[in-house]
């Protein structure tokens, strides 16, 4: 094996490549003017919401599948060369990218051609079950744990996976993350305050005022566009408002937590109630979250940290670890035509 190696979780959100002993986390963004790439990753989100007409922000991945495939090749080269910005990294690049489970057998193949028609010079390309990833990253050893339940909440999706001795039992998935409650908290200050938001200042308030228990008696500055005059105002939004917010689509998640708890067999109930349920992902960083969960299933929360690099961590143990090398796997025998 190379000791080139790089892994992928390629987000909604956010772009995470591991590399040596780093990680490179940042948005999944590119501004494009053109033909030209003007900016990208973070420094592509700073302009989001902010650049002129001639510049288009954008993000290549809806809901975690890639939606346009040659934004994220841009990108995903981008990223690449920046990792090897001041350095001299000789021969080929082993690549282990992360794979969601509960999507169809093209939308994964996408994430296998992405690096596959890149023009990076690749030797050996695999692909990882990202639940799988996801537990490994948040300290389980899935070659031999059973009755894993592991909750990815991201931006676009939540996963919600039954993992044992390094297998997928069940997984399944909702449209309810990040991004939703950003909806969410849009319409709540637009009826509440009569102020129309952008996603990054509703981002900013979820980060600041967001909790899944009690609201705490606090207020943090929104700012936008007042929708009865059209000027430019700011309103001190409560955190009432934004927990309310926040609340459907925490209610949409736990639904279906629930109901894979219901239909698994009992002798992996067993294991989960011993075990836990692990949170990861950006969303399982909201304050309350391991009291709302405990309090809905009466079972053992587990929070991991930094959760938006649990998958790459994972990865990254995968690769490097000769008794984990088994998770990952050639994909042209599972993607076969």
Known sequence: MSGNIFGLDIGTARFKMSYGDRILNEH?????????VVAFGDDAYDMFEKAPANIKITFPVKAGVIADIEEMHTLLKSFYLKTNSGKRRGGVADFYIA???DVTEVEKRAFYELVVRSKIKCRHILVVDKPVADAAGAGVDVSRAKGIM??????GVTEI????FGGIVVSNSVHSGGDRMDDNIIHAVRNEYNLEIGKKTAARLKHELASAGKAVDKVFPGFGRNVLTGL????NISSGVVCNAIKEPLSMIMDRVREILENIPPELSSDIIKNGIFLTGGV???PGLKDYFFTETEIQINLTDDPTESTVRGIDL?????????LAYVPEDRFAD
């Open 99 to 101: 794979v969601p489970n």
């Open 28 to 36: 999944n963004c590119i501004a494009i003017s053109g033909k030209d």
């Open 318 to 326: 995968i690769a490097n670890k000769a008794e984990f090398n088994r």
């Open 284 to 286: 399982s960083g909201i």
């Open 161 to 164: 996976s039954v993992i044992s």
């Open 150 to 155: 592991v909750v990815n909440m991201g931006a």
């Open 232 to 235: 430019p105002v700011s309103a």
